[in-house]
């Protein structure tokens, strides 16, 4: 699989550090999502960035921050202000070309613990 | 309010009978559905969508505006149909509105 990739795919932290969540896309795609996936809640929207530097909080960003800085990367931080960080997160990406934005094709996972 | 729903968190059926996953949804616009399923240990993919009117590995969708309902079909589950469904919503912002998920098991 190509396209869309995470790193690392298992990470531990200890409460009160902060983490960086990696996310690059080789599709040229112009949006990014961060999504954080809970057993029997389905996906969740963190942020989602429809074009380089500029991004928008989704239903749950409290405690996240991103940065939009390439077309090709989109990490996430967890900080030390989110209450529950251990969770799966998924990035996406979609192309806003007509017909196309839902498409969202997604990276591997992160699977983030924090003790 | 935008919201997907999907009834059944689990749904066990025998091979070979037909398989019904339901997805309802609440919008006031007008709707652009998706299927996404996510297999054993692979990534989460597109399945089918509303607007294309296709059958991907054998399975349907209809849109019911009457019932604002997108339920996915299949009249022969295989076992290789086991996996995680989401129903998902498209809103004017194009983002993705997704349904919690129904995870389906097929027996042998």
């Known amino acids: 699989d190509g396209g869309i990739t995470q790193s690392p795919k298992y990470l531990f932290r200890k409460e009160g550090q902060n983490v960086t969540l990696s996310c690059e896309q080789n599709?040229?795609?112009?949006?990014m999502y961060w999504y954080r996936q809970d057993p029997g809640q389905g996906l969740r929207l963190i942020y989602y960035?429809?074009?380089?530097?500029?991004?928008q909080k989704g239903d749950i960003a409290e405690g996240y921050s991103v940065s939009r800085e390439k077309k090709e990367s989109f990490p996430l931080t967890v900080t030390s202000a989110q209450k529950n960080p251990t969770a799966f997160y998924l990035c996406?990406?979609?192309?806003?070309?007509?017909?196309?934005?839902?498409?969202?094709?997604f990276g591997p996972g992160t699977r983030l613990t924090v003790t | 309010a935008q919201r997907v729903t999907q009834p059944e968190k689990l749904l066990s059926v025998f091979k070979g009978a037909p398989v019904e996953l339901k997805c309802n949804y609440s919008?006031?616009?007008?709707?652009?559905l998706f299927w996404y399923v996510q297999y054993s240990r692979q990534r989460l993919q597109l399945l089918l969508r509303?607007?294309?009117?296709?059958s991907i590995k054998g399975f349907t969708a209809d849109l019911n505006k009457g019932e604002t309902s997108f339920h996915l079909k299949k009249p022969f589950a295989q076992e290789e149909d086991s996996a995680m469904y989401y129903c998902?919503?498209?809103?004017?912002?194009?983002?993705?509105?997704w349904g919690a998920g129904t995870k389906l098991i097929i027996k042998p």
């Open positions: 960035s429809q074009i380089v530097n500029d991004f």
């Open positions: 509303h607007i294309s009117r296709e």
């Open positions: 919008y006031s616009g007008s709707p652009e």
């Open positions: 996406a990406s979609s192309s806003l070309v007509y017909g196309k934005p839902y498409e969202q094709y």
């Open positions: 998902a919503l498209g809103d004017s912002n194009y983002q993705l509105i």
């Open positions: 599709l040229n795609h112009d949006a």
